[in-house]
């Protein structure tokens, strides 16, 4: 029964500590677990425990999420690029010298980049509503972010701070979830509570500002996956308007052995289908990772 006990660490990387959630037997195969906004680790605290007896599982907070430091944006310079750099120094502090991703939303840029920089570490990928191609992105929820990143002045700020709010949390959260009572309040609470913080508001505005950047990676992602040949599963909220189904079967293009599915859930798909989603992951990663 200890192997399925999550236990909650902390760790010092560039001077700023990293809150992680780490589980399972040190000697198994590595799950390296990558949240996305506006959650942290947190949204992993149902899977977890359902594959702590066969992985090493770990799931750290990025910067400016969670419990991990949030230092100011003047003070610190939030873009996807630093959180990748710090992700990867992060895995190396903890001596993981090769892991399976799991990538969400935010996870997937930075997910993606560690791939970049060192293939020979990414065993396999799991994605779940963590994009790669142009056609993920849903029109009407990527219209403010676009034209925030086009040109970043007050009037393009204001609809994308509302992304942050509580009930723009909310809405993220509960959009597209046929049953909206089997998701925990608990859940947006929480992440409401942290984005509410002094300064959040600014370093926010600096990611979704520099989320371009990700964008002129997608051909690095795309020759990354057409070389590697990784094994990939996409496990993907078919509701979700953020990243929309026709990403997760953009993998295919790539990866023609990508497994795809697409489950009746929202952009936060393990809040209604953590025990699918397990048991999906499980089966993969006993296939494609020893």
């Known amino acids: ?9 902390t760790t010092t990387v560039r001077g700023l500590e990293i809150a ?3 589980a399972g037997p040190a000697d198994a195969p590595v799950l390296l677990l990558l949240h ?26 990025h910067i400016g999420f969670g419990r991990s430091a949030t230092p100011a944006a003047d003070e610190f310079r939030y873009t996807f690029d630093r959180l990748a750099e710090i992700t990867g120094e992060f895995t190396e502090q903890l001596g993981l010298k090769e ?38 992105l849903g029109a009407d929820a990527w219209a403010p972010v676009l034209a925030l990143i086009a040109r970043r002045t007050p009037e393009t700020e204001a609809p994308v701070r509302e992304i942050s709010s509580p009930d723009g949390i909310k809405w ?21 509570a942290r ?33 590697s040949q990784v094994p990939l599963l996409a496990v993907w909220g078919a509701h979700d308007e953020i990243f929309v189904p026709a990403g997760a079967l953009a993998f295919r293009r790539d990866l023609p052995q990508a497994e795809i599915h697409l489950l009746p859930a929202g952009h936060f798909a393990l809040e209604t289908h953590a025990g699918q989603a397990a048991a999906l992951i499980g089966d993969f990663l006993a296939r494609h990772v020893r």
């Open 99 to 136: 892991y399976a991703l799991y990538i969400q939303d935010y996870g997937a840029p930075i997910g993606l980049r560690l791939a970049l920089a060192h293939p020979e570490r990414v065993t396999a990928i799991i994605t779940q509503n963590g994009n790669a191609y142009e056609e993920g």
């Open 1 to 9: 029964m200890s192997a399925h006990r999550i236990h909650h660490r």
């Open 20 to 22: 992680y959630r780490e």
């Open 172 to 192: 993220q959260y509960l959009h597209g979830v046929p049953d909206p009572t089997l998701v925990s309040p608990d859940a947006y609470e929480h992440d409401a």
């Open 195 to 227: 984005m509410a913080r002094p300064g959040q508001s600014e370093i926010q505005l600096d990611l979704i500002s520099d989320y371009g950047s990700n964008f002129a990676l997608y051909p690095a992602f795309h020759e990354y996956f057409r070389d």
């Open 36 to 61: 996305g906004f506006p959650t942290s680790s947190h949204m992993f605290r149902d899977l977890m425990p359902l594959l702590a007896d066969r992985y090493h599982l770990v799931a750290p907070d």
